[in-house]
């Protein structure tokens, strides 16, 4: 099977992709597939969903109407700003400036009425909340002051902090770090959320990505099985694939967690797509669980072509 074809015959927002992340394809190449996420395929798809309020589905963080009884709706505003981020849509585009705008103006989080990139008060939301403010220029300053201060002692956070938890999540860490890692790319961060973001990293890598620190145990399973989208969830991949977008040289402690991605490649060169988070969606963009996975195989591959280097 010729993988690289098989992940090119696809949507332009993951065409170009594979072509900037696993080709020599050229800047101008993989750019001019770029520009198609806002007028083809999945990326035009989800805008036309956006409603005149600015909302997705009539809600922030959850629909107007929550009547999934699988599990948490996955079709409101974040999520859907989340996959528009995956899709790589220009966040300068004419499509983009103008979601977004709507949001800005209209979208308001169902825990206090705050602005949308204000942020709420649960870390792994105001996470995600970072992320989109960064990736598509809102100012987010504030809320990445407050997940700086909100710092546990033992390097990471936890929605339950409110509630008395003392010990972080794996779960609420990696929103926090993807978004602190694209605040900084996006403004410099500051000295303290830098500082943060090297503390949530230790954090993870002091326990391989994987593993109890005061056991060595494995902590849990489902972070072997990898999907997608990850909505909220911690998975050994989307840990990887975090520190590759964050750069640099990789770290040893990342080893085994390498190794568990290497070990998951199907002998036709693909990773299946696993643990399908329950909810209602917009559209699908795999076949199921247990089928080859085009995001999956574009994901574990980048990894290991940044893993093991040139």
């Given at each position: 099977?010729?993988?690289?074809?098989?992940?090119?015959d696809s949507d332009p927002a993951l065409r170009w992709?594979?072509?900037?992340?696993?080709?020599d394809a050229s800047p101008e190449v993989f750019l001019a597939e770029r520009e198609l996420v806002a007028t083809r395929g999945w990326g035009a798809r989800l805008l036309a969903l956006q409603g005149a309020d600015g909302q997705w589905d009539g809600g922030t963080y959850w629909p107007a109407l929550d009547d999934d009884p699988d599990g948490q709706p996955w079709t409101a505003t974040t999520y859907s700003l989340l996959l528009l981020r995956d899709f790589g849509l220009r966040p300068d585009s004419r499509e983009a400036c103008r979601a977004v705008t709507l949001v800005?103006?209209?979208?308001?989080?169902?825990e206090g009425n705050q602005p949308f990139f204000d942020g709420e008060v649960e870390p792994c939301i105001n996470g995600?909340?970072?992320?989109?403010?960064?990736?598509?220029?809102?100012?987010?300053?504030?809320?990445?002051?407050?997940?700086?201060?909100?710092?546990?002692?033992?390097?990471?956070?936890?929605?339950?902090?409110?509630r008395g938890s003392?010990?972080?999540?794996?779960?609420?860490?990696?929103?926090?770090?993807?978004?602190?890692?694209?605040?900084?790319?996006?403004?410099?961060?500051?000295?303290?959320?830098?500082?943060?973001?090297?503390?949530?990293?230790?954090?993870?890598?002091?326990?391989?990505?994987?593993?109890?620190?005061?056991?060595?145990?494995?902590i849990s399973n489902d972070w072997l099985q990898f999907s997608y989208p990850t909505r909220w969830f911690y998975d050994?991949?989307?840990?990887?694939d975090?520190?590759?977008?964050?750069?640099?040289?990789?770290?040893?402690?990342?080893?085994?967690?390498?190794?568990?991605?290497r070990s998951k490649q199907q002998p036709n060169?693909?990773?299946?797509?696993?643990?399908?988070?329950?909810?209602?969606?917009?559209?699908?963009?795999?076949?199921?669980?247990?089928?080859?996975?085009?995001?999956?195989?574009l994901r574990a591959l980048r990894v290991l072509r940044w893993y093991d280097g040139p």
């Open positions: 099977m010729d993988v690289r074809a098989w992940l090119l992709q594979v072509l900037r992340d696993l080709t800005r103006e209209n979208s308001r989080w169902e995600m909340a970072v992320a989109l403010g960064a990736y598509f220029g809102e100012n987010v300053d504030r809320v990445v002051e407050r997940l700086a201060r909100e710092q546990l002692a033992d390097g990471g956070w936890n929605c339950e902090a409110e003392t010990r972080s999540s794996f779960h609420t860490t990696i929103c926090v770090l993807e978004g602190l890692v694209g605040h900084e790319r996006a403004t410099g961060g500051t000295p303290e959320s830098r500082e943060a973001r090297r503390r949530g990293e230790e954090y993870l890598l002091e326990r391989r990505l994987l593993r109890r620190k005061s056991t060595g145990a494995l050994v991949l989307r840990g990887l975090y520190f590759r977008s964050a750069g640099g040289r990789p770290d040893k402690r990342l080893a085994e967690a390498v190794d568990v991605v060169g693909t990773w299946l797509l696993e643990n399908t988070h329950p909810g209602k969606v917009h559209f699908p963009l795999e076949a199921g669980d247990g089928q080859p996975s085009r995001w999956n195989t």
